[in-house]
């Protein structure tokens, strides 16, 4: 027998004076009270019941004879499972709003759950993964090289319903549904049902997300990673057909109950409205908390009976003797581990009410993105999907598939007052179409604040991708609004020669003007007004100089991401500093050749990416050239051609083009911004005068 002592929860400061008290009062045999809490006579084999025999001396005998009692988690049809990781996410992860529809339709993105915040029943994923529906596999994912393709581990269970949870979490274990024709990950294992029964997924996700569950499981943990074997190994209960029927029912509800917070959030593929049309629409956040509360606690009633857990052992385990953090927490402080999330969400406030995410959908709506006809009631709200729906291409917000708006909308918009693309009256006519009050201070907010909230909403797992682009003077007095999902090959030529041109003429125009009205004499207003005229057209002249330079390489390809598009167009965003460096850093990664995968760079420089193929296997797949450079044996493994398929110089030259080359030569030699790199730097980062770089 051996006496534990707990001193956790303790202040550092004082565990040595209790522990000597602890020690005297069993010693004299005098412990009592609030002594006998944290004195603990346990046989230290006993412990070897639960599978990686943690130090949980505080736990009854009857709770720790659950492991030995009951099955584990991964019987009956069940697994849980994960896969490897990516090895590069930049290059085979993007989020879903990043991606045009036809990446979508045609399997070549698929919604992809790695891990993410603390979410019972219901979680968004806001990831695609790049998939090779012939090879099964991540496009060029290869092991090594010459190996044959490698397919991720447990590919068996991909596009499967199933569950998913975060395999590191901060707040604890969540799992939730993972809907069909989805990949799960590293960082957001898989749970199925050998069956694909629906019924079964969701008695199991009511289960596993009630208190005991947790606390079992909190129990073999170290470190505070969910991994799925801890999952495995996790005692389950049986359940007869009526309880887990009504245990399915409680998870399909709370599914819908979770779901209905993010139908205010525009990045959701549940998003209907923004907040501030929650009462025309009935939804009560606070209501529907509350009934989600009251579900929880039903999903306890029956799991604790389930379970067989005794009234006295289910008391201290909600009351928080045996919580789950707290367990979690003791058996961190004794085996040294930490609880640091692996995916950090950033929570930026911009889904409840308020006028950011209000404004936001007002922009979606002047751009043609969202349907206004669901705050008119033109449009009925669409009916709620089964959980294990594949997610829709389009949220129920946007315009359906088959439906277009009655006018087709802009995909170039100007903060220009008068024009008629001007950004803040298609967003002001929007709002009193939908009787809403026309924001206050709107042009300033939309010209100065608009988009690094914009930004900030749509950067989710460490990734940022606005799909709003300002394209701006540094004093942010013009700007031009593109819709990435409206880009064309022409858009720049369009900004270039329909907006920028005009403006900067008709400013020049009224900058004449006022210097023959002010020949003689003149205020000193007049004369600042003056100056300040001047400050603006010299400001269009360099905005207009700097579209020039990138119109004749604009060549938008979203399946390279929206920091790789926009990064050649990094010297446009001065009025927002944080994102001009970010966009300039991958810029310069991309002319030092870390993106070559990326459709950009073999428009730039072909030169340079076409060689790397006949070496990386992995760039031929992703520049369909693998033919042409690789060969497969007849026991599948691959090797370099001796001779490519077609000669080097003519692929080269097939995709060079002389227009695109000189004005690659004229932006990088172009004058360096006053936070940019210099001029020598870029060059042979880029291989200018190298041969490519080759």
């Not at 599978?51 to 492991?67: G, H, K, M, N």
């Not at 349907?371 to 709200?381: F, H, K, M, S």
């Not at 606005?466 to 090959?489: C, D, E, G, K, N």
């Amino acid at each position: 027998m051996t006496i534990f002592f707990r001193l956790t929860g303790r202040k550092a400061q004082n565990k040595e004076a209790a522990l000597a008290e602890l020690v005297i009062a069993v010693s004299k045999g005098q412990a009592s009270g609030a002594i006998d809490r944290d004195c603990f006579d346990r046989e230290v084999r006993e412990l070897s019941v639960v599978p990686r025999t943690p130090f949980a001396y505080w736990v009854s005998d009857e709770l720790l004879a659950l492991f030995a009692e009951l099955p584990p988690f991964e019987h009956g049809g069940r697994v849980a499972r994960r896969t490897n990781g990516t090895t590069d996410d930049k290059r085979w992860l993007r989020l879903l709003w990043e991606i045009g529809e036809a990446g979508r339709d045609s399997q070549t993105w698929i919604p992809h759950a790695k891990g993410g915040a603390f979410s019972q029943f219901y979680a968004d994923l806001h990831l695609a993964i790049a998939w090779d529906p012939a090879r099964k596999t991540y496009p060029g994912y290869l092991g090594t090289l010459h190996r044959p393709d490698v397919r991720p581990a447990s590919l068996q269970y991909f596009f499967r319903p199933g569950l998913t949870w975060s395999r590191r979490s901060q707040k604890g274990f969540s799992l939730r549904v993972l809907p069909k024709d989805s990949i799960f990950g590293d960082k957001g294992p898989g749970c199925f049902h050998f069956q694909d029964s629906e019924t079964d997924l969701l008695a199991t996700v009511a289960l596993a997300n009630s208190q005991i569950f947790r606390f079992l499981l909190a129990l073999q943990m170290s470190f505070g990673s969910y991994e799925a074997g801890v999952i495995q190994t996790t005692p389950f209960p049986a359940q007869g057909p009526e309880e887990r029927y009504a245990l399915a029912q409680f998870a399909r509800k709370a599914w819908s109950l979770t779901r209905a917070f993010k139908t205010i959030d525009e990045t959701s593929c549940s998003f209907v409205l923004p907040a501030a049309f929650n009462e025309r629409r009935g939804f009560d956040p606070a209501r529907v908390a509350l009934e989600l509360s009251n579900l929880m606690a039903d999903i306890d009633d029956l799991a604790f009976r389930l379970y067989g857990v005794s009234q006295k052992d289910r008391h201290v385990i909600e009351e928080g003797e045996l919580s789950v953090t707290r367990v979690a927490n003791e058996l961190d402080d004794v085996e040294g581990g930490s609880d640091e999330s692996d995916e950090v969400e950033p929570e930026y406030g911009l889904t409840d009410s308020g006028d950011d995410g209000l404004i936001s959908w007002l922009v979606g709506v002047a751009f043609g993105r969202f349907d206004l006809r669901l705050a008119t009631g033109a449009r009925p709200i669409p009916p709620e999907p089964e959980p294990f729906d594949p997610l829709p291409v389009r949220s129920p917000g946007m315009w359906p598939e088959s439906e277009k708006p009655p006018v087709r909308p802009p995909d170039i918009l100007v903060d220009d007052p008068g024009h008629p693309q001007d950004l803040a009256s298609h967003v002001m006519a929007v709002a009193n179409a939908v009787k809403v009050a026309e924001p206050e201070n709107l042009r300033s907010w939309l010209a100065r604040e608009f988009f690094p909230v914009h930004i900030k909403m749509y950067s989710k797992s460490r990734r940022k991708a606005p799909i709003y682009w300002q394209l701006a003077t540094p004093s942010a007095r013009y700007s031009v609004w593109l819709y990435i999902h409206a880009f064309t090959r022409d858009t720049m030529y369009r900004v270039q020669n329909d907006y920028v041109v005009p403006k900067l003429m008709l400013e020049e125009r009224r900058l004449e003007t006022m210097r023959r009205e002010r020949q003689e004499r003149s205020t000193a207003a007049e004369r600042r007004a003056l100056a300040d005229q001047e400050t603006f057209v010299d400001e269009l002249r360099s905005l207009l100089d700097e579209v020039k330079r990138v119109a004749p390489l604009w060549n938008p390809e979203l399946d390279d991401g929206v920091v790789i598009n926009f990064a050649s167009l990094w010297r446009l965003v001065s009025h927002h500093r944080p994102w001009q460096r970010e966009l300039k850093s991958a810029w310069d990664a991309l002319c030092a050749g870390k993106y070559d995968w990326a459709h950009l760079a073999m428009h730039l420089w072909p030169e340079r990416v076409i060689p790397k193929c006949a070496t990386d296997r992995s760039l031929a797949i992703a520049h369909d050239l693998e033919d042409v450079f690789w060969e497969q044996s007849t026991d599948g493994s691959w090797a370099a051609r001796r001779a490519p398929t077609q000669p080097v110089d003519k692929l080269i030259q097939d995709r060079t083009s002389p227009a695109v080359k000189d004005a690659l030569q004229n932006l990088l030699n172009a004058p360096t911004a006053a936070n940019g790199v210099g001029t020598r730097r870029r060059r042979a980062a880029a291989g200018v005068g190298n041969g490519g770089g080759r």
